[in-house]
DNA sequence: GCTTATTTTGAACAATGGTTCAATTTAAGA
DNA sequence: TCTTAAATTGAACCATTGTTCAAAATAAGC
């Protein structure tokens, strides 16, 4: 399935205000679609936070799936391109062990979630909406699992004993578990009845990791 | 927030048909909200699934949101209570480490979901849901979060040297995964690209006892 | 069996929300 | 500057959906 199989030719390059309008609404979309959900969010919600008419909020997206989807795929693809970044550099400075293997994953997103754009934390709820819906499952094929698969394949070289599914298995509860940290600070907060409560991104990757080399390790006897 | 304030007194008994008909209300209610979410699910389909009029549905789950309370808080008692006497039963027969206390935490809701009775399956997805979304903060506080302190309570003890925070971090971490556990089987499959894909609850409880233990065992350092 | 609280039914209501559209404004291309 | 494609606006449309209601059917309590 290709992305748009009518691709209206344009005549005219976009004009400046109309590209600042798009921007802001996919902007809006995000934010909305992350805190209310799919069915939740509502477009004249994402208008309003745009300060733009209803209208333009179809006019741009087109329908609110398409909407949904184009947001999903803004980041996905400056994620994939950091995390197979960070891969090869670390793999240009000598063999990977797990916690090397995950880290690569694991830090470009949470360096962007903490870093100055906010949006990127929106998007983290985003991406745990989709990896939990099966509705949602092509966009996961399409976008997620290419690089997915890219990072077990490190990990499956490490360990050639055992099946790709038993390394498939740890990386979803890994996954699980970055997005519960992306999302759940209020849930850790919560359960430690302090409000300091600071999950760190050693912390997580240490938990995976050993997560990880155990389940392998059980598998490998 | 009590459950009701104004509890109004029936004068009659309810007949057997009337609770036969609010059970299956229940029970398509759990299906439909766990398939579609919250937002999704529609009333209607609610009330066609259960086979009985629209009407019925409002009559006796009260609104969409009594409704949805209703169904999650059904079976958390009873899983609650699984939880808590695996525990104690484990306690009974010597010391209890790590994978032990996460077994008797994982493996009441893991019997129920494979076992018998399909809308245990459905249940997971329903507190998957409740869980991720801090628009039912105060389900989770009410109906998880005492059992889930029981549990780290038992955690602690076995770590006295490190703060409940690095604790609660590992157990969030560990919750999210079973959830993956229970809700990710296509997403396992997928990435393992063989459909025979089983993944384990040995596997599952290896990995989160390890993953604990490294993140412990980094905070005592 | 009688009484009437409760349940059931089907319909209607009112609000919501995604989408469409014609008219207007803006600015890109020549 | 002139032409017109593109963007913007505000309104309307219409299917959807949670909720309510009055009348009818049912069955619990005496």
Redesign the pocket.
Known sequence: MTKKTTEK??????????I???SRILDAAETVFARDGFEG????DIAALAE?????????GG???ALFREVVERRAEELARLRLEALAQAKGQGALDLTAILGCFFRPYLAKAAGSDPQWLAYARLVAMVSADPAWADISTDLFDPTAQRFMDEICALHPKVSRAVVAEGFVYSVAALLAFLTSEWRIAALASQSDAQASVEGLVAFCAAGCAARIAQAET
Do not use: M
């Not at 030719?9 to 109309?18: D, I, V, W």
């Not at 969010?41 to 004249?44: I, S, T």
């Not at 733009?52 to 741009?60: E, I, K, M, Q, T």
């Open positions: 030719q344009r005549l005219r390059a976009p004009s400046k205000r109309s600042a309008s798009r969010a509502k477009v004249r733009v008419p209803l209208g333009l909020v179809n006019h741009h329908s609110k799936e």
